[in-house]
């Protein structure tokens, strides 16, 4: 039996509606992913989560974004809109991942949790040999730690329907580049 993990990328009040950086439909998909989490915990060896936890992220942050390579303040270490979003409360983790303290850090495996492990380390530690990865931004966290994961030599699987991108345009380069890279798309029910 293959063990996977699932990763829950930035389900954060700051890339919901009303955050710093909003993604319409952001609560939503908080919503789905939170249930789908509780539903499917038995799946999972491993439920590890990853926040924005900006402290000093240099050009990262710009009061004139260009929103490719800087963005509006967002995900700031210690805000209540950096914390995980309150969808998740009650939710069995077992890793809290933070990323982008001094970097853009749009990867999870750019992180490391309280102990100082990395995502990649917290994986090799629960013999995980496959990852479901889902969350917020599809078009920016999510596809990177999904290549991420296939770079280490995970499998990776996005799950599409507790996701969402930017813009639709920039989803459908995000899951041309994450085919092309061997993650597999598919919706939760299939998963």
């Not at 530690?125 to 966290?141: F, N, T």
């Not at 991108?165 to 380069?173: D, M, Y």
Request: with cysteine.
């Amino acid at each position: 039996m293959t063990t996977r993990a699932l990763l829950v990328v930035d389900v954060q009040p700051t890339f919901c509606e009303g955050g710093e950086l909003a993604v319409e439909g952001g609560n939503r998909v908080a919503e789905d992913v939170a249930a789908y989490a509780r539903d499917h915990r038995g799946r999972y060896a491993v439920v590890v989560t990853t926040q924005d936890w900006h402290v000093d992220p240099g050009e990262h942050f710009s009061q004139n974004p260009d929103f490719v390579d800087s963005w509006p303040p967002h995900g700031v270490a210690g805000t209540a809109n950096a914390e995980l979003h309150p969808a998740l409360a009650g939710l069995e983790l077992d890793a809290q991942v933070k990323k982008g303290q001094f970097d853009p850090g749009y990867s999870g495996f750019d992180g490391v949790e309280y102990s100082g492990r990395t995502l990649e380390q917290i994986l090799r530690d629960a013999d995980v040999e496959v990852v479901d990865v889902v969350g917020l931004v599809e078009s920016h966290c999510v596809k990177h730690t999904a290549l991420d994961a296939v770079k280490a030599g995970f499998g990776a699987r996005v799950l599409t329907d507790l996701t969402i991108p930017v813009s639709p345009e920039q989803g459908e380069a995000a899951r041309r580049e994450l085919a092309a890279a061997g993650v597999e798309l598919l919706p939760s029910t299939a998963a």
